[in-house]
C-alpha cells in the first residue's frame, strides 16, 4: 500500500472540463472517498489515479513516484467497479484465485487466502457456483473479494453499492469499515452518496463542477463546510440556506429571516462590527439545530407550520415567515399541527454565513 | 368509422387474417406449393424439354444418384469449398472484427469501404474475378508475381482456390460485422476489469471476450456454411464448374442435371437431398448453439 497524489491534474473531454485544477493526497492506509454528484468529476479524477485514463495536464503520484504514464496493471491496483466483473465461465472460487495468479503459484496460499476473504465477505457457500447461479447483491461482494485478495497498492472502490437495494447496501455499508481494517490498504472509494461516504470514510474529498471543493474529516466537512455546496451537499435533511441581510443594532448583530430578526453570536459580531450598512449573506442552519415551541421565547422567530413530513421516530416541520421557508427537525412525534403559529428557536452556535457572490464561508 | 367496425368482434378477428392472406398466398403459391410439386417429380423420369409424360419410378432416382460415384465426388468439392471458405472467412473476419474495434481515425469510413463486398451482386463477383484472375493482365497474377516470381494461372492451376479467395473476399466482412457486434456488447467495465486484474491476453480472450462473441460467432458461422453450401452464381460466372469439374460443387451439378441435360426428375431428386442436408447441418449448428 501506498499513498496517492494527484497533483494539478486537469482533464478536458473535447472542449467541457472534466476536472479542473484538482491537487489531493490520499494518506497510505487511509479511507478516502470521493464525493460529489453526478457530472462532478470524481469519477474522472478516480480513473485517472487508477490509470484508466490520462489527465490532459497534472501528474500523479504513488508513494511519492510518478505514475502517470504507467497503466493501471503496473500501477498495481485492484478495484471494483458499478458492476459486478465476475468471468461467467469461471466458478466464484476460480474467479478469486485468479485475481491472485500475478502474485503467487503457491495452491495453498491461493487456497488460504481466497477462503480468508471469502469468510471475511460471506460467501463461503457460493465458492463452487458459477455467476449466473447467484444474485446482483452476492456478485458484488464476490468482487470485492475478487479486488481484496490481492496485495494492491491501491484499492479503488467505484460506486460499488449504487446498484444494490437498499437493505443489501446498508449491509454492506457497515461491513466497509471492518474490511479496511482487515486488509489495511489504501481505499479510495467514489460514490455520489454522502450518507455512504460519511458512514465509512476517514477522509472525504467533495467535488463538483470538476473543482475539489474541501477535504477533511467526516465531522470536519459536516461541521465546517468551506461553502455553500459543501454545506448543501453533506447532511440531511438537507441544510436551510436562508438569503438574509445583517446589521448591527446595539451592539449585536441580528439577521433577517423572512420579516423578523434573529441575533448572530459573537464571531458574526467581530466580522460586522465596522459595517454600519446592512450586508447580504447567505445563512446557513441545520434542521436539526432549530427547536420550536408554542412560547414566546426569547430571540425566538414567529412562523407558521406549513408542512409536515413524518419520518417515523422524527419529523421534518417545514416552517415559513413571510416569504421565507425553512424546515426544522423534531425527535419524537410533536402534536404541532398545520397553519398553526409557533416559535423556532435557532441555535446561534450552529449558524453558518455564506457569502452571497463567492458561496465562500464567511463564519 | 373505424373504431366501431373494430370493436365488433367478428371484424376484431378478421382483420388480422385479412392482413397476412396477401404474404400467406405467396408463401403458399410460390415456395411451398413447387417444393411439393417438385417432391412429387423427384420420383418420376421426366424431361422438362421434351414434355413427356412423367413416368413413375419410385425411389431410382435417388438409389441412382446415391450409388453414383460421380455425385459424391461433387458432394466433396463442396465440402471442401464451404470448409476452406467458411474457416478463411472466419479467420479474417475475426482479424479485421479486432482491428475494428481499436478506435482510430477514419474507423466508420474504413468499415464502410471493408463492407462493400457484400452489396455488390454475386454474378458481377464473378465476372471481376474472372479478370482480377487473368493469367496475363489480371491484378492478383500480377502481384503473386511480384512476391514470388512465378506468373500463376490461378483459374486453371489452382481452380478451388481460386473460387475460395473469391468468396472470402466477398463474405469476410460478414464474420466481421457478426463478431465485431459481440465485441462492441462485451461491457468496458469487463475489459477494464480483466486489465486491472492483470490477466494475460490469453485468459483475456477466454474469460472476457470469447463468451460474450460465441453466440454471434456460431450464428455467422451457421449463416455462411448454408450459405456457401449452396453457393452458385459467383462459382457459376467464374469458373463455370471447370475447368473439368474441379470447382463443380453440387448446386451447379443440379443446374446442369436440370437444364443442360433435362433430366429433371433427377435434378429434383437431387436438391432434395442438397435440402435435407442443409436442414440436418442447420439442426446441428442450432443444436451446438443451444447447448452454449
Given at each position: 500500500?501506498?499513498?496517492?497524489?494527484?497533483?494539478?491534474?486537469?482533464?478536458?473531454?473535447?472542449?467541457?472540463?472534466?476536472?479542473?485544477?484538482?491537487?489531493?493526497?490520499?494518506?497510505?492506509?487511509?479511507?478516502?472517498?470521493?464525493?460529489?454528484?453526478?457530472?462532478?468529476?470524481?469519477?474522472?479524477?478516480?480513473?485517472?489515479?487508477?490509470?484508466?485514463?490520462?489527465?490532459?495536464?497534472?501528474?500523479?503520484?504513488?508513494?511519492?513516484?510518478?505514475?502517470?504514464?504507467?497503466?493501471?496493471?503496473?500501477?498495481?491496483?485492484?478495484?471494483?467497479?458499478?458492476?459486478?466483473?465476475?468471468?461467467?465461465?469461471?466458478?466464484?472460487?476460480?474467479?478469486?484465485?485468479?485475481?491472485?495468479?500475478?502474485?503467487?503459484?503457491?495452491?495453498?496460499?491461493?487456497?488460504?487466502?481466497?477462503?480468508?476473504?471469502?469468510?471475511?465477505?460471506?460467501?463461503?457457500?457460493?465458492?463452487?457456483?458459477?455467476?449466473?447461479?447467484?444474485?446482483?447483491?452476492?456478485?458484488?461482494?464476490?468482487?470485492?473479494?475478487?479486488?481484496?485478495?490481492?496485495?494492491?497498492?491501491?484499492?479503488?472502490?467505484?460506486?460499488?453499492?449504487?446498484?444494490?437495494?437498499?437493505?443489501?447496501?446498508?449491509?454492506?455499508?457497515?461491513?466497509?469499515?471492518?474490511?479496511?481494517?482487515?486488509?489495511?490498504?489504501?481505499?479510495?472509494?467514489?460514490?455520489?452518496?454522502?450518507?455512504?461516504?460519511?458512514?465509512?470514510?476517514?477522509?472525504?474529498?467533495?467535488?463538483?463542477?470538476?473543482?475539489?471543493?474541501?477535504?477533511?474529516?467526516?465531522?470536519?466537512?459536516?461541521?465546517?463546510?468551506?461553502?455553500?455546496?459543501?454545506?448543501?451537499?453533506?447532511?440531511?435533511?438537507?441544510?436551510?440556506?436562508?438569503?438574509?441581510?445583517?446589521?448591527?443594532?446595539?451592539?449585536?448583530?441580528?439577521?433577517?429571516?423572512?420579516?423578523?430578526?434573529?441575533?448572530?453570536?459573537?464571531?458574526?459580531?467581530?466580522?460586522?462590527?465596522?459595517?454600519?450598512?446592512?450586508?447580504?449573506?447567505?445563512?446557513?442552519?441545520?434542521?436539526?439545530?432549530?427547536?420550536?415551541?408554542?412560547?414566546?421565547?426569547?430571540?425566538?422567530?414567529?412562523?407558521?407550520?406549513?408542512?409536515?413530513?413524518?419520518?417515523?421516530?422524527?419529523?421534518?416541520?417545514?416552517?415559513?415567515?413571510?416569504?421565507?421557508?425553512?424546515?426544522?427537525?423534531?425527535?419524537?412525534?410533536?402534536?404541532?399541527?398545520?397553519?398553526?403559529?409557533?416559535?423556532?428557536?435557532?441555535?446561534?452556535?450552529?449558524?453558518?454565513?455564506?457569502?452571497?457572490?463567492?458561496?465562500?464561508?464567511?463564519? | 368509422?373505424?373504431?366501431?367496425?373494430?370493436?365488433?368482434?367478428?371484424?376484431?378477428?378478421?382483420?388480422?387474417?385479412?392482413?397476412?392472406?396477401?404474404?400467406?398466398?405467396?408463401?403458399?403459391f410460390l415456395v411451398i406449393f413447387p417444393l411439393i410439386w417438385a417432391l412429387g417429380l423427384s420420383f418420376?423420369?421426366?424431361?422438362?424439354?421434351?414434355?413427356?409424360?412423367?413416368?413413375?419410378?419410385?425411389?431410382?432416382?435417388?438409389?441412382?444418384?446415391?450409388?453414383?460415384?460421380?455425385?459424391?465426388?461433387?458432394?466433396?468439392?463442396?465440402?471442401?469449398?464451404?470448409?476452406?471458405?467458411?474457416?478463411?472467412?472466419?479467420?479474417?473476419?475475426?482479424?479485421?472484427?479486432?482491428?475494428?474495434?481499436?478506435?482510430?481515425?477514419?474507423?466508420?469510413?474504413?468499415?464502410?469501404?471493408?463492407?462493400?463486398?457484400?452489396?455488390?451482386?454475386?454474378?458481377?463477383?464473378?465476372?471481376?474475378?474472372?479478370?482480377?484472375?487473368?493469367?496475363?493482365?489480371?491484378?492478383?497474377?500480377?502481384?503473386?508475381?511480384?512476391?514470388?516470381?512465378?506468373?500463376?494461372?490461378?483459374?486453371?492451376?489452382?481452380?478451388?482456390?481460386?473460387?475460395?479467395?473469391?468468396?472470402?473476399?466477398?463474405?469476410?466482412?460478414?464474420?466481421?460485422?457478426?463478431?465485431?457486434?459481440?465485441?462492441?456488447?462485451?461491457?468496458?467495465?469487463?475489459?477494464?476489469?480483466?486489465?486491472?486484474?492483470?490477466?494475460?491476453?490469453?485468459?483475456?480472450?477466454?474469460?472476457?471476450?470469447?463468451?460474450?462473441?460465441?453466440?454471434?460467432?456460431?450464428?455467422?458461422?451457421?449463416?455462411?456454411?448454408?450459405?456457401?453450401?449452396?453457393?452458385?452464381?459467383?462459382?457459376?460466372?467464374?469458373?463455370?464448374?471447370?475447368?473439368?469439374?474441379?470447382?463443380?460443387?453440387?448446386?451447379?451439378?443440379?443446374?446442369?442435371?436440370?437444364?443442360?441435360?433435362?433430366?429433371?426428375?433427377?435434378?429434383?431428386?437431387?436438391?432434395?437431398?442438397?435440402?435435407?442436408?442443409?436442414?440436418?447441418?442447420?439442426?446441428?449448428?442450432?443444436?451446438?448453439?443451444?447447448?452454449?
Amino acid at each position: 500500500m501506498v499513498s496517492v497524489e494527484a497533483r494539478a491534474v486537469s482533464k478536458f473531454f473535447k472542449t467541457t472540463k472534466a476536472l479542473d485544477n484538482v491537487s489531493l493526497v490520499v494518506d497510505d492506509g487511509s479511507f478516502f472517498c470521493l464525493l460529489g454528484p453526478s457530472g462532478s468529476g470524481k469519477t474522472t479524477l478516480m480513473r485517472i489515479l487508477a490509470g484508466l485514463e490520462t489527465p490532459s495536464s497534472g501528474r500523479v503520484y504513488f508513494g511519492g513516484e510518478d505514475v502517470t504514464d504507467l497503466s493501471p496493471s503496473q500501477r498495481n491496483i485492484a478495484m471494483v467497479f458499478q458492476f459486478p466483473s465476475i468471468y461467467p465461465s469461471l466458478n466464484i472460487y476460480e474467479n478469486i484465485a485468479l485475481a491472485l495468479r500475478r502474485e503467487t503459484s503457491d495452491p495453498n496460499e491461493i487456497r488460504e487466502r481466497v477462503m480468508q476473504v471469502a469468510s471475511l465477505l460471506k460467501i463461503e457457500e457460493h465458492l463452487n457456483k458459477k455467476s449466473h447461479q447467484i444474485d446482483f447483491g452476492i456478485l458484488q461482494r464476490v468482487s470485492i473479494a475478487k479486488a481484496i485478495v490481492r496485495k494492491a497498492n491501491v484499492y479503488i472502490f467505484d460506486e460499488p453499492l449504487s446498484n444494490l437495494d437498499t437493505k443489501l447496501r446498508e449491509t454492506l455499508r457497515s461491513e466497509f469499515q471492518k474490511i479496511h481494517s482487515e486488509v489495511r490498504g489504501t481505499f479510495l472509494y467514489v460514490t455520489h452518496d454522502q450518507l455512504e461516504a460519511m458512514a465509512i470514510a476517514d477522509k472525504i474529498g467533495i467535488l463538483n463542477n470538476g473543482k475539489l471543493l474541501q477535504v477533511g474529516s467526516p465531522d470536519e466537512i459536516y461541521s465546517q463546510p468551506a461553502n455553500r455546496f459543501v454545506a448543501y451537499f453533506i447532511g440531511s435533511p438537507t441544510i436551510n440556506l436562508i438569503e438574509s441581510e445583517v446589521r448591527l443594532v446595539e451592539n449585536t448583530v441580528y439577521a433577517s429571516v423572512g420579516d423578523g430578526y434573529i441575533p448572530l453570536n459573537n464571531k458574526a459580531l467581530k466580522l460586522f462590527q465596522t459595517s454600519r450598512e446592512p450586508r447580504k449573506i447567505i445563512l446557513g442552519i441545520r434542521p436539526h439545530e432549530i427547536s420550536l415551541s408554542r412560547e414566546p421565547l426569547h430571540n425566538a422567530l414567529p412562523a407558521e407550520v406549513s408542512l409536515i413530513e413524518s419520518l417515523g421516530t422524527a419529523q421534518v416541520i417545514e416552517l415559513r415567515n413571510g416569504s421565507t421557508v425553512f424546515r426544522c427537525y423534531v425527535d419524537g412525534l410533536s402534536d404541532f399541527k398545520e397553519k398553526e403559529k409557533v416559535y423556532a428557536v435557532f441555535n446561534i452556535e450552529a449558524i453558518y454565513a455564506f457569502d452571497p457572490k463567492t458561496d465562500e464561508r464567511v463564519f | 368509422m373505424g373504431r366501431r367496425n373494430l370493436r365488433s368482434p367478428i371484424t376484431y378477428r378478421a382483420f388480422p387474417i385479412f392482413l397476412i392472406i396477401p404474404a400467406v398466398a405467396l408463401v403458399i403459391f410460390l415456395v411451398i406449393f413447387p417444393l411439393i410439386w417438385a417432391l412429387g417429380l423427384s420420383f418420376y423420369s421426366y424431361n422438362a424439354l421434351r414434355g413427356d409424360s412423367p413416368v413413375f419410378v419410385g425411389l431410382d432416382n435417388y438409389s441412382l444418384l446415391l450409388n453414383s460415384g460421380e455425385i459424391w465426388r461433387r458432394f466433396i468439392t463442396t465440402g471442401q469449398f464451404v470448409l476452406y471458405a467458411v474457416v478463411l472467412e472466419f479467420l479474417v473476419g475475426f482479424a479485421l472484427a479486432h482491428l475494428f474495434f481499436t478506435k482510430f481515425k477514419g474507423r466508420r469510413l474504413a468499415i464502410t469501404l471493408v463492407t462493400t463486398p457484400l452489396l455488390i451482386a454475386p454474378v458481377a463477383v464473378g465476372i471481376f474475378f474472372r479478370y482480377i484472375y487473368d493469367a496475363t493482365f489480371g491484378v492478383f497474377t500480377y502481384f503473386v508475381e511480384l512476391v514470388t516470381g512465378q506468373r500463376i494461372r490461378m483459374l486453371s492451376q489452382q481452380p478451388m482456390l481460386a473460387v475460395v479467395f473469391m468468396d472470402v473476399w466477398q463474405w469476410s466482412p460478414f464474420m466481421m460485422l457478426f463478431i465485431l457486434a459481440g465485441l462492441e456488447a462485451i461491457p468496458k467495465h469487463m475489459l477494464e476489469s480483466s486489465e486491472i486484474d492483470r490477466l494475460s491476453w490469453i485468459n483475456k480472450f477466454r474469460y472476457v471476450v470469447w463468451p460474450k462473441i460465441k453466440p454471434l460467432v456460431a450464428l455467422a458461422l451457421l449463416f455462411r456454411t448454408m450459405d456457401a453450401f449452396r453457393t452458385f452464381d459467383t462459382i457459376f460466372t467464374l469458373t463455370g464448374g471447370g475447368p473439368g469439374t474441379l470447382t463443380e460443387v453440387l448446386s451447379i451439378t443440379i443446374y446442369r442435371t436440370a437444364f443442360q441435360f433435362f433430366r429433371t426428375g433427377e435434378a429434383t431428386a437431387l436438391a432434395f437431398i442438397f435440402l435435407v442436408i442443409i436442414i440436418l447441418l442447420t439442426n446441428l449448428y442450432l443444436r451446438l448453439a443451444r447447448r452454449e
